[in-house]
């Protein structure tokens, strides 16, 4: 394959990832997709996932992502992410704590709390988990 | 005239109070600079978010969202008044409450109903003493540190609020952040959400043509659906980013006007010290010679 694609994780407080790869998987929300240099324009929201590069020396790279919207262009990929996290920066602890806190939430069962966003906080953290653990 | 003790224990005081002031400058100083890094890099993701979005809304029409459609029939109007938790910012908090007064009287006028969301206690304690309605406060958040979920978690009520047909408008009220030395209060509706601009896009389209011909997944509207709630949550952030750092700044013109102040009260005040502690030599010594004279005498 001829080139490498331009890659950019941004989130509202920072920019992730601007790195060169040679090709990005992200999760779509009709499934997942592989971008490559020259692709054709494309725009889709994005599932909580992770996103999958490889850089141009061949490294494979992690981004746990929650909630966003990917824009392909033929030599850019850029992610709007609400929150991304590469792989090395998650914090096992934390997380498991958010875990935690999140199952206790769930559990407790009292009527002032959000359990949408109790789910949606545990679908996170269990998603990052599973994330950190693939080896390292 | 004051007596000597009292103008020494004047300069001593003022001195501390210059001390204090210079102080909180320096803090506000760095707490600036912070909040503008974060503004910095929030400016990547709100450019490149405006740019998509502008992209998508030339394609999509109306039907694409209820947040796109205004009320035939305005009833309720819900503020969101960002203000700072603390005093000591010159006219910071009351530019704002004032924008608020007014856009509020106004609309009492016209018979429709003001309800507020404050961020910051400044702007709360005001709409309690001013008896409007607060459906909710948040504190502890403007000039401090905040993430994105402040604004999602807020910007979402908001959004449900509109469509619950709660209220049949949202406004925000935010300080806009120009300079140093210039921060503005400025009003902007969030919902139902204006029709987006492409005039900036005019110029940047002819670089890049093939914006226009993205392949949207799922489909235009449904994916406009989608961003339009999460384009309220951005302006809401930005928002309160600006202000952040429209409080910084206006505190530190503040602190910084303050010790000038206390400088000049320290000249002057030494200035009578001096003339006082002048004049008592002066007495001392009319009372020697005279008493040197009176024992010649």
């Known amino acids: 394959m001829a080139g490498n694609i331009r890659l950019e994780v941004v989130t509202p407080e920072a920019s992730v990832v601007s790195e060169d790869a040679q090709i990005v998987v992200a999760p779509g929300i009709l499934g997942e997709f592989g971008v490559l240099i020259g692709h054709t324009p494309f725009l889709t929201t994005l599932k909580l996932g992770a996103i999958r590069y490889k850089t141009a020396d061949g490294v494979e790279k992690q981004v746990f992502i929650s909630s966003g919207f990917a824009e392909a262009l033929p030599d850019k990929v850029t992610v709007l992410a ?3 996290e590469r792989r090395r920066d998650i914090d096992v602890e934390r997380v498991k704590q958010a875990i935690k806190r999140a ?34 | ?42 400016r990547p993701y709100a450019l490149k978010f405006a740019e998509v979005l ?58 429709i109903e003001v309800v507020f969301t404050a961020f910051g206690k400044k702007g709360r304690n005001w709409c309690r003493k001013n008896g409007f309605p607060i459906l909710g406060e948040h504190l502890g958040i403007v000039g401090a540190k905040f993430g994105f979920n402040i604004a999602s978690v807020s910007g979402q009520k908001a959004v449900d609020g509109f469509l619950d047909e709660e209220y049949d408008e949202v406004y925000i009220i935010y300080s806009e952040f120009i300079s140093m030395a210039r921060q503005t209060p400025e009003m902007q509706q969030l919902l139902p959400i204006l029709p987006i601009e492409s005039g900036e896009k005019k110029a940047e389209d002819e670089e890049t043509p093939y914006l226009a011909e993205h392949i949207c997944e799922p489909s235009t509207n449904e994916l406009l659906g989608d961003m339009l709630p999460r384009h309220v949550y951005v302006q809401l952030y930005g928002a309160l ?26 000249e002057s005040l030494s200035l009578a010290y001096n003339k006082a502690r002048q004049a008592g030599i002066t007495a001392a010594l009319m009372d020697i010679v005279g008493g040197a004279e009176a024992l010649k005498g």
């Open chain 1, 82 to 84: 609400e929150s991304a």
């Open chain 2, 241 to 266: 980013l600006e202000t952040s750092t429209s409080e910084h700044a206006a505190r530190m013109t503040a602190m910084d006007n303050a010790t000038k102040a206390c400088d000049d009260m320290v």
């Open chain 2, 54 to 111: 502008g992209s998508l809304a030339e394609k999509a029409g109306e039907e694409a969202s209820p947040l796109l459609i205004p009320r035939e029939e305005v009833k309720k109007i819900h503020v969101i008044l960002c203000t700072s938790d603390r005093g000591l910012c010159a006219g910071f908090n009351t530019h704002l409450t004032s924008m608020a007064q007014k856009f509020a009287k106004e609309k009492s006028e016209q018979n």
């Open chain 1, 103 to 136: 199952q206790e939430r769930l559990a407790s069962k009292k009527p002032d709390i959000n359990y949408e966003r109790a789910r949606a906080a545990l679908a996170r953290a269990l998603h990052r988990l599973k994330l950190a653990e693939t080896r390292r």
């Open chain 2, 1 to 42: 005239m004051a007596t000597l003790k009292e103008v020494e224990t004047k300069i001593g005081a003022v001195k501390k109070t210059k001390q204090i002031t210079k102080a909180m400058n320096m803090v506000a100083t760095s707490k600036l600079r912070g909040a503008q890094q974060k503004m910095d890099a929030f």
